[in-house]
Each structure stands twice: as structure tokens, then as C-alpha cells.
């Protein structure tokens, strides 16, 4: 037995260190949620919508985003339209967890592993703003492919985003690319 966790001590390592960072980070934000009325919306969440609104203001569009009344959600009207909305779920902040889990348990250097974890966030959020703003636009186009669009493209951008840049610091930045 010694020998097989001799043998498997990275790969055991690796596992504990995501796991436990996928925990801690995923209790922290629980506790974060908690804060808030169970008829709310986060501020993450506030915060994700107003970006929307700015990045489709940017090419005049005819957008407009309010807090739910009756929901708690941020609500995206397209060209007077009620199109999508954007709940907790869609903040990406449950994927960001996962990608910064990830890089932890494959950590290098700590400045290092630190500025892709802030650089990999930052562009986790912004390709988010932009597919929430995509997604209202196509969906106001083709409301038959919503489906297809939020339930299978959209995701799929989103999380082969997050995977091409875990292969980008497993081969460039990671204690294990040497």
C-alpha cells in the first residue's frame, strides 16, 4: 500500500489541493450568498448586469436592465423586449471557482500562479459580460434556439475558455511544465 501512494503522491496531492480549494472557496461564497434576502440578488450578480448594459450601450444598442420585482434577478429588455435574466447562476463566479481550484492545485510560483489567477478571473468575467450581451441579442433573433444557445453553446464557450487557459498554465507556468 505504501508503495501505490509513493507511486500516486502527485496525483493524490493535486486532488486534496483542488478539492480543498474547490471547498473553502465554494463555502466562502455560500456564506457570501447567505448575506443577502433570499428575494435579492446578489451584488456580484447587480454588478455582472450593469456591465451588460454598459458593453451594449457601447454599440448602441436599445438595452435596458432592471432589478425583478417579483424575482430575484436582474431583467435584460432588447429592443423593448423582455429577451433573458440574469440570476445568481449567471455570474460565473461558480467557474471561477472551479479555474482558480485548478491552478491552485497545479500551483507554481506564487507571484506567478497569483497574476494568472487575477488575469484568468478578469477574463473569465469579461468573456461573461459579453456572452450574456450575445446571448440577448441572438435570443432576440432566434427565440427557437435558446436551448441550443444558453443550454449548449453558451456553456461551452464559457468552460472550453477555462480549459484552454488550465492547458495554457499546466505547459507554461505550473511547477509541472518542466
Not at 493524490?12 to 471547498?23: K, N, P, R
Not at 473553502?24 to 448586469?49: P, Q
Not at 450574456?132 to 453558451?154: R, S, T, W
Amino acid at each position: 500500500m505504501k508503495k501505490y501512494l509513493i507511486q500516486f503522491k502527485p496525483f493524490l496531492i493535486f486532488i486534496g489541493t483542488f478539492f480543498s480549494a474547490y471547498i473553502i472557496l465554494t463555502l466562502v461564497y455560500k456564506l457570501y450568498l447567505n448575506s443577502f434576502d433570499a428575494n435579492d440578488i446578489d451584488g456580484i450578480s447587480t454588478i455582472v448586469g450593469y456591465n451588460v448594459d454598459q458593453l451594449m450601450q457601447a454599440f448602441n444598442c436599445d438595452i435596458m436592465t432592471r432589478k425583478s420585482t417579483t424575482h430575484p434577478c436582474i431583467e435584460v429588455w432588447y429592443n423593448k423586449t423582455y429577451i433573458v435574466r440574469i440570476v445568481e447562476g449567471c455570474n460565473a463566479v461558480s467557474v471561477i471557482i472551479l479555474f482558480i481550484s485548478f491552478v491552485i492545485a497545479f500551483s507554481g510560483k506564487f507571484k506567478t500562479t497569483l497574476f494568472f489567477i487575477l488575469f484568468g478571473v478578469l477574463l473569465i468575467y469579461v468573456l461573461n459580460v459579453a456572452r450574456i450581451a450575445l446571448l440577448a441579442v441572438l435570443l432576440y433573433h432566434f427565440p427557437q434556439n435558446e436551448h441550443i444557445l444558453h443550454g449548449v453553446l453558451f456553456p461551452l464557450i464559457i468552460y472550453g475558455f477555462v480549459f484552454i487557459l488550465w492547458v495554457i498554465w499546466i505547459n507554461k507556468f505550473s511547477k509541472y511544465a518542466k
